[in-house]
C-alpha cells in the first residue's frame, strides 16, 4: 500500500469513528422514523402519564376543537390530544380520534391552572424536539447510517409525520440518482471507446462533481453539530471585554463560517490588527517568559551564592596527561570498541519547543505560493519629485543585449 492510500484509509476511518460518536445528536430523528413519534413521561398523583406528538391529521382536529377559545382552554384541548399511555394503557384513537374529546371532559377541563402550566411544557418540550430533529434533518440524511437504514428499512408504512415525509423524498431522490449514474457510467465507456481523451475528459468531470457533493454534505453537518453547540448565529450577541484599557467584542463562535469573513479575516491579519486571542496570546507568552527569566534569576544567585562570584569562584590547575592507544588498552579495554554516536539532551524536547514558541512573535504577513510563511515588507517612504539628478543618481543602470 503506498502512502497517498494509506493516508486517504486512515483518514475514511477517522471520519467514520466521527460520524459513530454524533450519531446521538440524531436519537429524536430516528425516533421519529422508526416509530412515528416522540414521547415524555411524568407521574401525577402516583400515577404515570406519558405524552406525544401528534400526528399530521391530529393538527386539523385540535384547531377543530379549540379554534373558538382562549389560551388556557387551548392548552387544555392541546394536553388532552398529547395524552399516550396512563399507567401503561395505551390511549388510542378511537370513534374517529375521539379520545381527545372523552379526555379533555373528564380530566383536563377540570385541571387547576398551576398544574396545567407545569403539564404544559412537557408538550411544550415535546414540540420543540420536533423542531430541532427536522432543522438536523438534512445532516442527517448525509451521514452514512441514513442510507443503511434506508436500504435495510425502506419507506415507513402507513401515516407518516413530516421527518418521515422528507426523509423519504430525500431517499428517493438519491435512488434516482445512483440510477441515472449507472446508466451515464455506461455511456461514458462506449465515449471511451471512440475516444480515450473524451473519456478521461468525462472521469474527471465525474470527480469533481463527486468531491463537490461530499463538501457539500460535510459543511451541512459542520452546521447542524455548530447550531447544536453554540445556536442561531443570529442570536449570538458579541462579549465586550476590556484589557489595558482597551476594548474588544468577542463574538461567541470564533471560527469563520463563510468566505467573505475568512477574507476580512485575512486582511486584518495582513494590516497587524490585534483582536482579543491575539492579546490574550501575547499576555500568555509575556507571563511565562517572566515565569523563566525568575526562574533563571533565581538559579544564578542560588550560584552566586553557593559558589561566590566570578572572580572568587573555583581555583586550582588543570594538567592534562597522553596516552597511547596501548596504555589505554591496559587501562579500559571497552574504551576502544566502537560505540554508537548518543547524544543527551540537556533538557526535554517539549521543554525546547515551548521556549521556542515563547521566542517567536506573531508577525504581519501571508502564506506564500509554497505554502511557506512570508513576512510582509514595510511600504518604502515616496521620496517625493525631486530634481532630475536625484532620479538619475538613484536609478540603477543595467546591460541589454
Known amino acids: 500500500m503506498d502512502r497517498e492510500a494509506f493516508i486517504r484509509e486512515a483518514a475514511e476511518e477517522t471520519l467514520l469513528r466521527e460520524a459513530d460518536e454524533r450519531r446521538f445528536l440524531y436519537a429524536d430523528v430516528e425516533m421519529m422514523l422508526r416509530t412515528g ?3 415524555q413521561s411524568t407521574v401525577v398523583n402516583d400515577t404515570l402519564v406519558i405524552f406525544r406528538t401528534l400526528y399530521p391529521n391530529e393538527h386539523q382536529h385540535l384547531l377543530d376543537r379549540a379554534g373558538r377559545q382562549n389560551a388556557l382552554g387551548w392548552m387544555r384541548q392541546h394536553l388532552a390530544a398529547s395524552v399516550h399511555m396512563i399507567d401503561g394503557y395505551a390511549v388510542e384513537p378511537q370513534y374517529g380520534s375521539n379520545q381527545a374529546y372523552y379526555l379533555h371532559r373528564e380530566w383536563a377541563q377540570d385541571i387547576r391552572e398551576e398544574y396545567l402550566m407545569v403539564l404544559y411544557s412537557y408538550v411544550v418540550s415535546l414540540r420543540l424536539r420536533l423542531e430541532r430533529a427536522i432543522k438536523i434533518l438534512d445532516a442527517f440524511c448525509h451521514e452514512r447510517y441514513s442510507r443503511s437504514l434506508w436500504r435495510m428499512d425502506g419507506a415507513p408504512q402507513g401515516q407518516r409525520n ?3 415525509r422528507l426523509w423519504v ?3 428517493e431522490a438519491e435512488d434516482r440518482w445512483e440510477l441515472d449514474q449507472q446508466q451515464w457510467s455506461h455511456t461514458r465507456s462506449i465515449a471511451g471507446a471512440m475516444s480515450g481523451k473524451q473519456a478521461k475528459s468525462l472521469q474527471e468531470a465525474m470527480k469533481k462533481w463527486e468531491t463537490q ?3 457539500r454534505g460535510s459543511r451541512i453537518i459542520e452546521d ?8 442561531d448565529r443570529a442570536e449570538q450577541e458579541p462579549i465586550t471585554v476590556t484589557v489595558n484599557g482597551q476594548t474588544y467584542e468577542v463574538p461567541k463562535v470564533h471560527a469563520s463560517q463563510t468566505v467573505e469573513e475568512m ?3 485575512m486582511l486584518r491579519a495582513a494590516r497587524g490588527e490585534q483582536d482579543y486571542h491575539d492579546v490574550m496570546v501575547e499576555q500568555y507568552k509575556e507571563f511565562h517568559r517572566g515565569r523563566l527569566e525568575d526562574a533563571r534569576r533565581a538559579q544564578r544567585e542560588a550560584m552566586e551564592a553557593a559558589w561566590g562570584d566570578t572572580e572568587g569562584g573555583l581555583t586550582g590547575e588543570t594538567r592534562m596527561v597522553g596516552y597511547t592507544p596501548e596504555q589505554l ?4 579495554p571497552n574504551m576502544l570498541k566502537k560505540k554508537p554516536n548518543t547524544q543527551r539532551a540537556s533538557v526535554s524536547p517539549e521543554h525546547e519547543r515551548f521556549t521556542e514558541y515563547l521566542g517567536t512573535d506573531v508577525k504581519v504577513g501571508w502564506l506564500g505560493a509554497g505554502g511557506v510563511p512570508e513576512e510582509a ?8 519629485p525631486g530634481s532630475l539628478q536625484d532620479k538619475i543618481s538613484r536609478r540603477s543602470p543595467r546591460l541589454k543585449q
Open 162 to 164: 413530516i421527518v418521515q
Open 224 to 231: 447542524a453539530v455548530n447550531w447544536i453547540i453554540s445556536g
Open 263 to 265: 477574507e476580512d479575516e
Open 37 to 39: 413519534l416522540l414521547t
Open 377 to 384: 515588507k514595510k511600504p518604502v517612504p515616496d521620496e517625493g
Open 213 to 215: 457533493r461530499k463538501d
Open 329 to 332: 588498552a591496559e587501562i579500559n
Open 169 to 171: 423524498a430525500y431517499n
